[in-house]
C-alpha cells in the first residue's frame, strides 16, 4: 500500500469513528494559533487540541510574515460572516520552537528568507531568526504595533523545546493594546 492509499484507510476510518458534522467554522475556544509547518511541531499534538478548538495557521518558522498578516485579515472576514469579529475574548498565539529548520535557510538563502518575512535582507539580523526565544517576543511585539489587528485580543508567545516535548511561555498572555479612550 502507498501512502496515498494509506492517507485513504486512514480518513475513511476518521469519517466512521472521528467525524463531526456539528463542528462550527469558528474555533470553538476563540483562539487562533501560529505556528512552524515542522511536523514535529504540530499544535493539534503538542498543545493537545481537540478539532474545533482554534484555528491553526502554519508558515515556515511560525513568523509574523506579510502572508501571515493577510491570512488573518481573510480569517477575521471570515468570522465577520460567520456572525462574530475577532478580537474581545479571542486569544492569538505565536508558537516557535527549538532547532528550526529556517536557520537553514537563514544560512544558506537568506534572499529568499528575506522575501519570505517581507524585509530587505540586510534587515534579516533584526528578526533573530535562530533565536526563538528572541524571534517570539519581536513578532509579539510586531503584532502589538499593527493598528489593523482588533486591540482586544489576547497575545501569547509560546516556544517548544523538541529535545523535552514541553513549551514555554516568553511573552505571557495580555491585551494586544490598550484601546484609546
Not at 476510518?13 to 469558528?26: H, P, R, V
Not at 499534538?45 to 485579515?73: C, F
Not at 481573510?74 to 475574548?89: M, N, Y
Amino acid at each position: 500500500m502507498d501512502f496515498l492509499e494509506t492517507l485513504a484507510s486512514r480518513n475513511a476510518e476518521f469519517a466512521q469513528t472521528g467525524f463531526s458534522a456539528d463542528l462550527k467554522m469558528l474555533p470553538s475556544r476563540r483562539t487562533m494559533i501560529v505556528g512552524c509547518v515542522d511536523p514535529r511541531v504540530d499544535p493539534m499534538d503538542v498543545l493537545k487540541l481537540k478539532s474545533g478548538e482554534a484555528a491553526v495557521i502554519r508558515n515556515v518558522g511560525g513568523r509574523v510574515n506579510p502572508a501571515l498578516l493577510e491570512t488573518m485579515a481573510i480569517l477575521r472576514t471570515v468570522s465577520r460572516s460567520a456572525g462574530e469579529d475577532v478580537g474581545a475574548g479571542w486569544n492569538l498565539v505565536v508558537l516557535q520552537h527549538t532547532d528550526c529548520g529556517i536557520a537553514g535557510c537563514y544560512h544558506h538563502a537568506p534572499k529568499l528568507l528575506a522575501k519570505h518575512m517581507g524585509v530587505a535582507e540586510d534587515k534579516l539580523d533584526d528578526l533573530a531568526i535562530t533565536d526563538p526565544y528572541k524571534a517570539v517576543a519581536l513578532d509579539i511585539a510586531s503584532l502589538k504595533a499593527n493598528p489593523n489587528l482588533p486591540a482586544a485580543f489576547t497575545v501569547t508567545g509560546l516556544v517548544y523545546d523538541v529535545k523535552t516535548g514541553l513549551v514555554e511561555t516568553v511573552v505571557p498572555s495580555a491585551p494586544l493594546r490598550v484601546e484609546a479612550d
